[in-house]
């Protein structure tokens, strides 16, 4: 593993002299929280009972989550249909997730997903949520994702790059906001996902220059007092919005145009004392799925601030806390990881869970990861930007530059009035 210093799991016992202290005032909030680390107290202790005799609760079931996101590929249960316009995005999570934990689907189960996904694309460029649907950003940010993850010349093919950059143009706004699909809201999330598709697919320089015109200007005004960002100008800093906000700002090479002090301050205090995974909002309980979404904001916004030539000494948040908190408090033992105890495995958490591990792993160093328990745990690292494999961005960026002159020679890109 190569780890300078051994990682270890805190004393739990002293850590619960910072749980949550009412005051005498009780609130629904402060309720809320007390029932949360109750939840997540059970969980270190049991730890701590057990961890002599029982070695696996240091270990990431590994098998069982291959297990489940297999089963889940091949046949979603009945509780999915209220994602029928999100198919695409249950294909990434499990694709990523898999790769994560190094198992590979055979090869004509994937050509059966490259399959689908091309059903799922649209005539007027980008991907829907299921065959048939209206081209949205969230579903093609997923198409995409997923198509370069498997990143056979099949998955390339099923992407159309001009047509989708038509599509980018159709909701882009004129002071560089995107709205998620045609007629459809504006947030940071659209502006994210398609500087990430466009990045991906290694789009030519001068039409990403015409398409994020005033985008890194819009997404700057999202960031609030606080220091993260809210969906829109105006609106709550939240995680998710976060990490859609300074990952767009350092794709475009503009995170200089939003206060990144402020945004590292406001990220750190995300990251709870007692549990040790991260919550979404000021005043908000722990979620695993934050791991990913605030856990990759610190180490971007590092990055940003240290320059690109200069390699991150030290990652400013707890990767033990983090790593612990998953490990003893979000995995199930049937397969597929959680928000926090007590409630139901799914794939959103699943694939987030996961890649907050490999964030906390391999932020400092790709090379010798920080590695929480048996060393089973090792996860392969995950693209901080993307969300995908780093191999993945690798192949696709020079699998598109190779076509960049040909397929846009010619092709004026379309104005809003034209879509």
């Not at 002599?52 to 996101?69: A, S």
């Not at 996904?117 to 093609?140: D, E, I, K, M, V």
């Not at 994020?212 to 800093?237: R, S």
């Not at 494999?389 to 960049?404: E, I, L, T």
Request: proline share 5%; aromatic share 10%; glycine share 8%.
């Amino acid at each position: 593993m190569g780890t300078e210093e051994e990682l270890v799991f805190r004393t739990f016992q002293r850590l619960k002299s910072y749980m949550f202290d009412d005051e005498k005032v009780s609130t629904t909030t402060s309720r809320e929280q007390q029932k949360t680390e109750g939840s997540v107290e059970k969980c270190f202790d049991r730890f701590e009972r057990m961890m002599l005799t029982h070695p696996r609760l240091t270990q990431i079931f590994r098998l069982e989550h291959q297990y489940y996101l297999d089963a889940m590929l091949r046949r979603l249960p009945s509780n999915y249909e209220c994602l029928d316009s999100s198919r695409p995005w249950c294909v990434y999570w499990i694709l990523q997730a898999a790769q994560l934990l190094s198992f590979n689907f055979d090869d004509q189960t994937l050509d059966h997903v490259v399959q689908f996904l091309s059903n799922c694309r649209s005539p007027t460029g980008g991907f829907g949520g299921g065959p048939g649907q209206y081209a949205h950003l969230a579903p093609t940010y997923a198409a995409v994702n997923s198509l370069c993850i498997i990143g056979t010349e099949q998955a390339y093919r099923a992407i159309d790059r001009p047509t989708l950059v038509q599509f980018l143009f159709s909701v882009r706004e004129s002071d560089g906001s995107f709205r998620l699909h045609v007629d459809g809201e504006t947030d940071v999330r659209g502006a994210y996902c398609a500087i990430s598709c466009a990045k991906l697919l290694n789009i030519p320089e001068p039409v990403i220059k015409e398409l994020f015109a005033g985008t890194g200007n819009w997404i700057a005004q999202c960031q609030t007092y606080e220091g993260g960002f809210g969906g829109a100008p105006g609106l709550e800093a939240h995680g998710g919005y976060t990490f859609c906000g300074i990952a767009s700002l350092a794709l475009l090479n503009e995170a200089d145009k939003c206060d990144r002090q402020a945004l590292l301050r406001w990220t750190l205090r995300r990251q709870m004392t007692y549990e040790g995974g991260f919550q979404g909002r000021t005043n908000k309980l722990v979620d695993g799925c934050y791991s990913f979404w605030v856990g990759a904001t610190i180490p971007i916004t590092q990055a940003t601030l240290s320059g690109v030539d200069q390699q991150m000494e030290h990652t400013l948040f707890d990767v033990e806390a983090l790593q612990e908190y998953i490990l003893l408090c979000c995995q199930k033992q049937n397969g597929g990881l959680i928000d926090k105890p007590g409630k139901p495995q799914d794939l959103y958490h699943t694939c987030y869970t996961l890649s907050g591990v490999s964030i906390a792993q391999h932020s400092e160093c790709a090379n010798s990861p920080q590695v929480l328990g048996d060393t089973i745990n090792e996860l392969l690292p995950t693209h901080p930007l993307f969300n995908v494999p780093p191999k993945s961005v690798a192949a696709a960026r020079s699998h598109f530059s190779n076509s960049n002159d040909t397929e846009f020679l010619g092709k004026d890109s379309p104005s809003k009035e034209e879509s």
